[in-house]
């Protein structure tokens, strides 16, 4: 609700402030799940574990350590939101909110998208490097020929957003492990296009913002500046690249005409690269300040969580995942429950989170 108050003092005219009925949902949902397993009435019902099958308490917990980790190193300021699991097939971000998709739940190795939507969060909140001021209004509408308050210039401050929060999300997390981040992103958007095929209509959208991440990777500091040449060689390879991580998608991706429309949106969108990287590298450089100081904690973590062991320290939640994941890409299958299990109860040990009770989440209160 707190959130909902920013919105509507900050951006009265933003429909997400006035959301309320999904709003109430989410609320709804949260202290449901914050309930289960709990005895709060004479008939308290055993079906009500299910889907989850498990420790939700915990698992909310240990979830909520990723979004809790990045807001402190970033932002400076507590998390105001809270995690919902399930609610939703995909990730997802809204009103401060974060969900993990019920088939990640109970597998820490598959939460690397929780620190793409936390990044949502993060931009909505607080912008000190990526604001949407008056200037960068008047920048978008000059750069792309929209006109403020029309849905084509939202769909390109979208379309910024996204980009940006790529290129974050690849540089703070995935840590130059380009193959894990092209693998990661592209068999998750291979199963949710495939079971959506609407959806297939943003393929140019998702393969432009990869696209950024590639030249980012290569150290392509003159992004704005490359020429058409460069440009559809270095699309070209990747494109070509795209058929091994997501060969479901072969056939779409192969099409000429969406490698036009790749061309076309990256002409529009580079002149905005230089911003973009930017900020990136301020928000990187708040976050490796917080994180550096346990990296040799979290290495150990990894090391024990690896062997099943739960590990009882300070480390970083978020590198955790993100190595977790790393490791089950590089072996091409899940990771042994053994392990799974180890790192969910680390995380609950370790993080110093807790999951915020209804009554504080109504309140805002710390």
């Not at 999904?22 to 949902?29: C, I, P, Q």
Request: charged share 25%.
């Amino acid at each position: 609700m707190q959130y909902t108050l920013h919105l509507l003092r900050t951006g009265p005219h933003d429909l997400e402030g006035l959301d309320f009925e999904r709003r109430v949902d989410r609320l709804r949902a949260a202290a449901e799940q914050r309930s289960l397993g709990a005895y709060l009435a004479l008939q308290g019902g055993e079906g009500r574990f299910s889907p989850f099958k498990g420790g939700v308490q915990r698992l909310l917990r240990a979830a909520e350590a990723i979004p809790a980790e990045v807001f402190s190193a970033i932002a400076g300021f507590k998390w105001p939101g809270f995690t919902l699991v399930g609610t939703d097939r995909r990730y997802w971000h809204a009103a401060g909110t974060v969900n993990l998709p019920l088939e990640a739940a109970f597998r820490p190795s598959l939460w690397w998208g929780l620190t793409h939507e936390t990044g949502h969060v993060l931009l909505k909140l607080h912008r000190p490097w990526l604001d949407f001021d008056a200037r960068f209004v008047e920048e978008i509408e000059t750069k792309t020929g929209r006109q403020a308050g029309t849905h084509l210039f939202n769909d390109a401050v979208d379309t910024i957003s996204e980009i940006f929060l790529d290129i974050y999300d690849y540089t703070l997390f995935f840590r130059g492990r380009l193959e894990c981040y092209l693998r990661s992103v592209w068999q998750y958007l291979e199963t949710d296009l495939r079971s959506d095929p609407e959806r297939l209509e943003a393929l140019s959208i998702y393969a432009l913002r990869s696209f950024f991440v590639v030249l980012k990777n290569r150290k392509r500091t003159d992004i704005s500046g490359l020429k058409y040449g460069e440009v559809k060689t270095e699309l070209d390879a990747f494109m070509r690249s795209l058929d091994t991580f997501a060969p479901g998608l072969a056939q779409e991706l192969s099409a000429a005409d969406l490698r036009s429309a790749v061309l076309e949106e990256f002409a529009t969108y580079k002149a905005f690269a230089s911003r973009m990287l930017e900020s990136v590298s301020r928000a990187n450089e708040l976050y490796q300040a917080q994180v550096r100081r346990v990296r040799p904690q979290t290495r150990r973590a990894l090391a024990s969580v690896m062997a099943g062991r739960v590990f009882d320290g300070n480390f970083s939640a978020s590198e955790l995942v993100h190595d977790l994941n790393y490791e089950r890409i590089k072996t091409g299958s899940h990771l042994s429950w053994k392990t799974e299990l180890a790192a969910l109860l680390s995380l609950c040990a370790g993080s110093g989170n807790f999951v915020r009770s209804i009554p504080e989440i109504l309140s805002g209160r710390e």
